[in-house]
C-alpha cells in the first residue's frame, strides 16, 4: 500500500507540479541576475517578497543597482539601510504594474474591444496614496464651518465630485516608447522637453531608460531601468507645492473644492488606525473639466488612463492678478462677487483633458473648445510630467474666448445679463466667440430692455414684457422679441466696416441672422445713430456711443436711449411702406402705390398682396415717377391717350390691363431674399412673384456694388446690351418688417417667351 500511494503521489506531481522549464519568479529572478540587491532589500522591507516570489501577473519597471547608487546620492544617503519601510513601499509599488506587459502590447491600449495598437503611454501601478490630513483654508467659500480646521481626506476618484468606495485611486506610472510616439507623429525633443538630463532611446520610463526589456518570470514580466522613480505628484499636489502658482490655487480651493465627508471611508480609517474621526473626500466642483486630483482619468472604461491624461496650464501668480483685476474685475467689485461659471471658465481655460505634448499645442483644445495659446520656448516657465498628466507654469495667460470676444463685453457685466442670457438660450453665444468671423456689436443694457417693457423674472426664469397700457406677458413671446432685438445690434463685419462710426454719409447694413431669426437691415447716419424699420416707422433711432471697443473678434459700441425696434407689420409689410412714401403725387413711390393699391393682387382691408406670405422676406423694387411714366408711355403700364405721354390708367377694369398691373408689380418683388446696394450679394439669379405663362418662375439678375447695384431683367438691347435697373443709394432704400425697398431709375421688363406677353 505504501509502495501504490508513493507512486500515486509522484504521478500527481509530474502531472501537477511546477515544470522544471518554467522561470522562476520575478523576486527569484533579481536574486539571479545579482544587480538588484538594493531592489530586493526595499522588496522585503515594503513586504512584498511572497507577492513577487509566488503566483501573480504583474509587470515590474526594477531599477538595478547603478540606479540605487544614483538616488543614494540624490537624497544624500549611503546605502539601501537608511531607506525606511514607507519609502522602500513607495519605489516598490510605483514600480510594479498591473497584468503582464512585455514591449508587444505595452505601447497598445486595453480597450474593452481588445487591444488598439501604440496608444498607450502609462500604467496603473500598485502604488497609492492612502488617508492623509490638511488644514482647509480660512478662505475656503464654500464650506465656512470647516475653516482652519485639520481634517481627514482623500481624493476623489472619478470627475464631477464623484468618489468610488473601493477604488483607491491607484497612481499611474508613465513611459515613452518609440511605437506611441511614431504614432502621434512625436519626437525626442517631446521627451526632452520635460527631460533634458536623460537620452530619449524608444524605451524610457519616466526620467529613465530601460536597459533590458522582456525579462520574462513565472508571475510576469521585468523590465530593467537606470533609475530610481518614487511615485510621481498628482497635478493637484505639484501645484500646491510651488508658491509661484498659489493664486491660481486659490480660486479653486476657495471656490471650486468641497470637502464630503465618507462614511465607509471614515469607517476603514477606524479599523485600520482606530480614530473615529470622520474622513472627507476632496472633491473639486463639476463646473472644472476634470478633478485635478483624480488618478483614473475619464474612467470612460476601466483602461482609458493608459492611453491619455489631463494637462493644467498654470499661470504664474503676477499673471493670474494682473488679468483678474484688469478683465474680470471690470465691472465687479471683488472675485467674490462673480458668478462661479466666469470663475470657472476661467480655471477651465487653463484645463485640457487630454495629454497636450510641447510641440501639440495648437491642435489641442482646453474644455471650452480652444486651444492652448502658449509658445513652448517662450511662455512656459515650468514643466513637470506628474502620475495624472503634464503640468505647465506660464508666464501668460490662457484668454477665454467667451472673455475676449464681442460676447465677452455682454458676459462679464452684470448690467448685460439679460443680453447674456438671451445669446446663451439662443446659440448666438457661439457665433459670437469664434475668432474665425469678426462682429460688430450694439450693447443693449438690462435698464434699456426694462425701460422699452422687458424685464426677467427669476422665479419662473422667463422674459416678461408689458407694453405701456397693455398686459404682462410671459413665455416664449418676450424671449423672441428680445432675441430679435439683439439680433438687430449684430453685424457681420469681416473687414472692420462699421469701425469708424459715425460713417460719413450713412448706410445700410444688414443685422442678425443668427439664433434662428432672418436677417434685417438697419440704418446708419453721420450723426451716429442707428435705426431698424421699427425706428423708422416710428421715427425713432437709437445713438451709440464712441469710441468703439476693440476685442478679439470685433468691435463693441454702448448705446443710450430705447433698444432698436423691428416693425410690426407683418401682414401689410410690403404696401404699408410703399403707401407711407406714395401718397402725395410728389412723392417717390406715387404712381407705383397708384397702380399697386388698385390692383386686383391688393387687400386694401388688410393691405395684405397676393403671393406676398405674412413676415416673409421680400425685396421691392420701386421704379421712379418718371420712370413709371415712361413704363406707362410704352404699354407697360395702361394709359390713356394717343401720343408720347400717356396718361397713367390706375384703375382701369379691363382684365387685360389688371394682368398688366398685376404682372409688372409681382415681377418687381423678389422672394425669399433681401438685397440692398452695399456690394455683398452678387451675380445671383433671384425669383420674383411672378410666373410665366408656363408656370416657371421668373428671376431677376443683380450685379452688386457699393450704391451702384445694378438689376438685369434678361431684355437684350441694341448692339447686344443687356438691359438693367440701378439702385444707387443706401439712404434711399427703405426698410419694412423682413422687407427692403429699393427706389431704382428704370422698370423692369419681362417678356414671357411662351406668348410674347409683356410682363
Known amino acids: 500500500?505504501?509502495?501504490?500511494?508513493?507512486?500515486?503521489?509522484?504521478?500527481?506531481?509530474?502531472?501537477?507540479?511546477?515544470?522544471?522549464?518554467?522561470?522562476?519568479?520575478?523576486?527569484?529572478?533579481?536574486?539571479?541576475?545579482?544587480?538588484?540587491?538594493?531592489?530586493?532589500?526595499?522588496?522585503?522591507?515594503?513586504?512584498?517578497?511572497?507577492?513577487?516570489?509566488?503566483?501573480?501577473?504583474?509587470?515590474?519597471?526594477?531599477?538595478?543597482?547603478?540606479?540605487?547608487?544614483?538616488?543614494?546620492?540624490?537624497?544624500?544617503?549611503?546605502?539601501?539601510?537608511?531607506?525606511?519601510?514607507?519609502?522602500?513601499?513607495?519605489?516598490?509599488?510605483?514600480?510594479?504594474?498591473?497584468?503582464?506587459?512585455?514591449?508587444?502590447h505595452l505601447s497598445d491600449l486595453q480597450s474593452t474591444t481588445g487591444w488598439v495598437p501604440n496608444q498607450a503611454f502609462r500604467r496603473r501601478t500598485v502604488y497609492h496614496d492612502n488617508i492623509d490630513t490638511l488644514t482647509v483654508g480660512t478662505a475656503n467659500y464654500l464650506q465656512p464651518t470647516l475653516q482652519g480646521q485639520k481634517i481627514n481626506f482623500v481624493s476623489e476618484n472619478r470627475n464631477g465630485g464623484a468618489f468610488v468606495y473601493g477604488d483607491f485611486n491607484n497612481k499611474y506610472i508613465p513611459y515613452f516608447t518609440a511605437q506611441n510616439f511614431a504614432n502621434y507623429l512625436l519626437t525626442a525633443s517631446d521627451y526632452n522637453y520635460f527631460f533634458p538630463a536623460t537620452t530619449y532611446t524608444g524605451f524610457n520610463v519616466v526620467g529613465g531608460s530601460v536597459v533590458n526589456k522582456d525579462i520574462v518570470c513565472e508571475n510576469g514580466v521585468m523590465h530593467e531601468v537606470n533609475s530610481v522613480t518614487l511615485p510621481l505628484s498628482s497635478l493637484d499636489v505639484y501645484l500646491a507645492s510651488n508658491p509661484n502658482y498659489s493664486h491660481f490655487k486659490q480660486l479653486l480651493d476657495k471656490y471650486m473644492v468641497t470637502y464630503v465627508q465618507d462614511?465607509?471611508?471614515?469607517?476603514?480609517?477606524?479599523?485600520?488606525?482606530?480614530?473615529?474621526?470622520?474622513?472627507?473626500?476632496?472633491?473639486?466642483?463639476?463646473?472644472?473639466?476634470?478633478?485635478?486630483?483624480?488618478?483614473?482619468?475619464?474612467?470612460?472604461?476601466?483602461?482609458?488612463?493608459?492611453?491619455?491624461?489631463?494637462?493644467?496650464?498654470?499661470?504664474?501668480?503676477?499673471?493670474?492678478?494682473?488679468?483678474?483685476?484688469?478683465?474680470?474685475?471690470?465691472?465687479?467689485?471683488?472675485?467674490?462677487?462673480?458668478?462661479?461659471?466666469?470663475?470657472?471658465?476661467?480655471?477651465?481655460?487653463?484645463?485640457?483633458?487630454?495629454?497636450?505634448?510641447?510641440?501639440?499645442?495648437?491642435?489641442?483644445?482646453?474644455?471650452?473648445?480652444?486651444?492652448?495659446?502658449?509658445?513652448?520656448?517662450?511662455?512656459v516657465v515650468d514643466k513637470k510630467v506628474c502620475?495624472?498628466?503634464?503640468?505647465?507654469?506660464?508666464?501668460?495667460?490662457?484668454?477665454?474666448?467667451?472673455?475676449?470676444?464681442?460676447?465677452?463685453?455682454?458676459?462679464?457685466?452684470?448690467?448685460?445679463?439679460f443680453m447674456k442670457t438671451s445669446l446663451d438660450g439662443s446659440g448666438i453665444k457661439l457665433n459670437l466667440t469664434n475668432l474665425f468671423f469678426k462682429y460688430t456689436l450694439l450693447m443693449v443694457s438690462n435698464a434699456q430692455f426694462r425701460a422699452a417693457g422687458y424685464d426677467f423674472n427669476t422665479t419662473t426664469n422667463q422674459f416678461t414684457y408689458q407694453p405701456v397700457g397693455g398686459t404682462l406677458i410671459t413665455g416664449a413671446v418676450p424671449s423672441d422679441q428680445i432675441k430679435r432685438i439683439i439680433n438687430l445690434g449684430i453685424y457681420r463685419t469681416e473687414n472692420n466696416e462699421l469701425a469708424n462710426l459715425p460713417a460719413s454719409g450713412g448706410g445700410v447694413y444688414e443685422a442678425g441672422g443668427l439664433g434662428g431669426f432672418?436677417?434685417?437691415?438697419?440704418?446708419?447716419?453721420?450723426?451716429?445713430?442707428?435705426?431698424?424699420?421699427?425706428?423708422?416707422?416710428?421715427?425713432?433711432?437709437?445713438?451709440?456711443?464712441?469710441?468703439?471697443?476693440?476685442?478679439?473678434?470685433?468691435?463693441?459700441?454702448?448705446?443710450?436711449?430705447?433698444?432698436?425696434?423691428?416693425?410690426?407689420?407683418?401682414?401689410?409689410?410690403?404696401?404699408?411702406?410703399?403707401?407711407?412714401?406714395?401718397?402725395?403725387?410728389?412723392?417717390?413711390?406715387?404712381?407705383?402705390?397708384?397702380?399697386?393699391?388698385?390692383?386686383?393682387?391688393?387687400?386694401?382691408?388688410?393691405?395684405?398682396?397676393?403671393?406676398?406670405?405674412?413676415?416673409?422676406?421680400?425685396?421691392?423694387?420701386?421704379?421712379?415717377?418718371?420712370?413709371?411714366?415712361?413704363?406707362?408711355?410704352?404699354?407697360?403700364?395702361?394709359?390713356?391717350?394717343?401720343?408720347?405721354?400717356?396718361?397713367?390708367?390706375?384703375?382701369?377694369?379691363?382684365?387685360?390691363?389688371?394682368?398688366?398691373?398685376?404682372?409688372?408689380i409681382k415681377y418687381h418683388i423678389i422672394k425669399g431674399f433681401s438685397v440692398v446696394p452695399d456690394g455683398k450679394k452678387s451675380n445671383t439669379a433671384y425669383p420674383t412673384l411672378l410666373a410665366n405663362s408656363n408656370g416657371d418662375i421668373t428671376t431677376l439678375n443683380v450685379v452688386n456694388a457699393v450704391n451702384n447695384m445694378q438689376i438685369f431683367d434678361g431684355q437684350i438691347l441694341t448692339g447686344n446690351v443687356k438691359r438693367f435697373a440701378v439702385a444707387n443709394s443706401q439712404n434711399n432704400v427703405v426698410l419694412g418688417n423682413y422687407v427692403v425697398i429699393n427706389p431704382i431709375n428704370t422698370y423692369l421688363q419681362y417678356i414671357d417667351p411662351y406668348n410674347q406677353s409683356k410682363y
Open 1 to 104: 500500500m505504501l509502495t501504490f500511494a508513493g507512486c500515486r503521489k509522484k504521478a500527481y506531481d509530474d502531472y501537477y507540479g511546477r515544470p522544471a522549464s518554467l522561470a522562476p519568479s520575478i523576486y527569484q529572478t533579481l536574486q539571479s541576475k545579482g544587480n538588484f540587491t538594493s531592489l530586493l532589500a526595499c522588496i522585503d522591507k515594503a513586504g512584498y517578497t511572497s507577492t513577487l516570489s509566488t503566483a501573480g501577473y504583474w509587470t515590474m519597471f526594477a531599477p538595478n543597482d547603478d540606479a540605487f547608487k544614483k538616488y543614494f546620492a540624490s537624497v544624500g544617503i549611503t546605502d539601501v539601510s537608511q531607506i525606511n519601510a514607507a519609502t522602500a513601499t513607495k519605489i516598490v509599488t510605483y514600480a510594479l504594474v498591473y497584468n503582464a506587459f512585455q514591449t508587444d
Open 263 to 379: 462614511v465607509n471611508t471614515t469607517h476603514l480609517n477606524q479599523v485600520l488606525t482606530g480614530s473615529s474621526a470622520p474622513v472627507y473626500v476632496k472633491t473639486y466642483s463639476a463646473l472644472l473639466a476634470f478633478a485635478p486630483n483624480n488618478e483614473n482619468y475619464l474612467k470612460q472604461f476601466d483602461n482609458d488612463g493608459q492611453a491619455s491624461g489631463y494637462t493644467l496650464f498654470v499661470p504664474t501668480n503676477d499673471k493670474v492678478d494682473a488679468y483678474i483685476n484688469s478683465v474680470l474685475l471690470e465691472h465687479y467689485a471683488s472675485v467674490d462677487k462673480l458668478p462661479s461659471q466666469i470663475i470657472a471658465d476661467f480655471l477651465n481655460a487653463h484645463f485640457f483633458a487630454g495629454t497636450v505634448w510641447p510641440s501639440k499645442f495648437a491642435t489641442n483644445n482646453n474644455s471650452l473648445g480652444e486651444p492652448a495659446r502658449f509658445d513652448p520656448t517662450n511662455d
Open 387 to 417: 502620475s495624472n498628466g503634464f503640468f505647465y507654469g506660464t508666464s501668460k495667460v490662457e484668454q477665454p474666448n467667451a472673455f475676449s470676444t464681442v460676447y465677452g463685453r455682454v458676459y462679464l457685466d452684470p448690467d448685460y445679463s
Open 518 to 664: 432672418a436677417a434685417e437691415y438697419v440704418k446708419y447716419t453721420p450723426s451716429k445713430t442707428i435705426a431698424a424699420a421699427g425706428n423708422i416707422e416710428s421715427n425713432t433711432s437709437v445713438t451709440v456711443t464712441t469710441p468703439a471697443v476693440q476685442t478679439s473678434n470685433g468691435i463693441v459700441y454702448y448705446t443710450t436711449g430705447l433698444p432698436l425696434q423691428y416693425s410690426t407689420n407683418i401682414v401689410n409689410a410690403v404696401s404699408f411702406n410703399i403707401s407711407k412714401n406714395g401718397t402725395l403725387a410728389t412723392d417717390p413711390y406715387y404712381m407705383f402705390w397708384q397702380y399697386l393699391k388698385s390692383s386686383t393682387i391688393y387687400n386694401a382691408t388688410t393691405g395684405a398682396i397676393q403671393g406676398v406670405d405674412a413676415g416673409g422676406i421680400y425685396t421691392v423694387f420701386v421704379p421712379t415717377n418718371a420712370a413709371m411714366q415712361d413704363a406707362v408711355n410704352n404699354g407697360w403700364l395702361p394709359g390713356t391717350g394717343t401720343g408720347a405721354v400717356k396718361v397713367p390708367n390706375y384703375t382701369s377694369t379691363a382684365v387685360v390691363d389688371q394682368a398688366l398691373v398685376n404682372n409688372f
